[in-house]
């Protein structure tokens, strides 16, 4: 009976590590409009090049090299609903080598505290291997998880459909803001704190 138990324990423990080095685990990239990235927690930071390889803008561009297999070239269109209606914010361009560009939009009045992908703007075309999707959060903290299936930007066309996930941030919060944000959740958790001792 000893001997059946070790038996099967140590089928699954071997079938448990066939499977999950069979399946390999999904990539995450995050990204965001300030130069701001990650593949799966290590960093990979963007920056400023002088000319956009891909021919959208005339101007300087923020660029991604993405490590990991080759990605599928295209658009990812990120739309945001303000005010009843929907407008394109950011496009987040897919290209070879694995490279990826983050236009933004400008915003009006941002002068000096525009982030770098606000710089040149958005492309005046759009690749025609493209995906539109929507932004989630409130106005200047918001961003979209997006999952390309097989043939859409961005995917790595891993036949087992465990593609990457790209995280994007789209509004990168002031460093103020969040601060107050952080000390004004601070002080109600003193206060409750302070109360549940009474």
Do not use: C
């Not at 539109?132 to 979209?144: P, S």
């Amino acid at each position: 009976m000893k001997h059946m138990i070790k038996f099967w324990s140590l089928l699954g423990i071997a079938s448990a590590f066939v499977t999950t080095t069979a399946f390999p685990q999904m990539n995450v990239i995050s990204i965001d409009e300030n130069g701001n990235g990650f593949f799966n927690g290590a960093a990979i930071p963007g920056g400023l090049i002088a000319a956009d390889p891909s021919g959208g803008v005339a101007g300087p561009v923020l660029l991604y090299n993405i490590p990991g297999a080759p990605l599928t070239i295209g658009d990812v269109l990120l739309n945001e609903t303000a005010a009843g209606t929907t407008n394109l914010s950011d496009v987040v361009r897919i290209w070879t080598n694995n490279q990826v560009i983050f236009y933004s939009d400008r915003e009006t009045g941002a002068g000096g505290d525009a982030d770098l992908a606000d710089i040149s703007g958005l492309p005046a075309q759009l690749l025609a291997n493209r995906v539109t999707i929507f932004e989630t959060g409130v106005e200047g903290n918001n961003g979209a998880v997006y999952t390309p299936l097989i043939g859409q930007p961005g995917s790595d066309n891993n036949p087992l459909g465990q593609g990457p996930q790209y995280q994007i941030i789209s509004d990168v919060p002031e460093p103020g803001s969040a601060l107050l944000a952080s000390l004004g959740g601070g002080l109600l958790l003193l206060l409750r704190w302070r109360r549940q001792r009474r």
